[in-house]
């Protein structure tokens, strides 16, 4: 069965740092742009992140521009989001994402496959 799968969350402090991982398996995502997503308590899903299949080509939320690195490895099957400077507002669920739209999206309704989500949660 085809499926991403992210993992890496946790429990941090704020000013902390975290990697999220999301791994590809029964296909490959080598031609498919990959996004990460997340979604508060109460807040509807919103966009963090995405890479262009060929990974030269990224776009970032307002909310983590500077914080945040988005990264794919082709060959590993696998995306990435390093999070910096974590802040108590960034506590959520994140989903990683892909969308045979090999440019990358900001807009979740372009994106096919998505994980089940990793919790990440920062305290003050």
């Known amino acids: 069965q085809a499926q991403l799968v992210e993992s890496g969350g946790g429990l941090v402090q704020a000013g902390d740092s975290l990697r999220l991982s999301c791994a590809a398996s029964?296909?490959?995502?080598?031609?498919?742009?990959m996004g990460w997503f997340r979604q508060a308590p109460g807040k509807e899903r919103e966009f963090v992140a995405y890479?262009?299949?060929?990974?030269?080509?990224?776009s970032y939320a307002e909310s983590v521009q500077g914080r945040f690195t988005i990264s794919r490895d082709n060959a590993k099957n696998t995306m990435y989001l390093q999070m910096n400077s974590l802040k108590p507002e960034d506590t959520a669920v994140y989903y990683c994402?892909?969308?045979?739209?090999?440019?990358?999206?900001?807009?979740?309704?372009?994106?096919?496959?998505w994980g089940q989500g990793t919790q990440v949660t920062v305290s003050s």
């Open positions: 994402a892909a969308t045979s739209e090999s440019y990358g999206s900001r807009r979740a309704y372009d994106y096919n496959y």
């Open positions: 029964g296909w490959t995502i080598g031609r498919y742009a």
């Open positions: 890479i262009r299949w060929s990974g030269d080509i990224v």
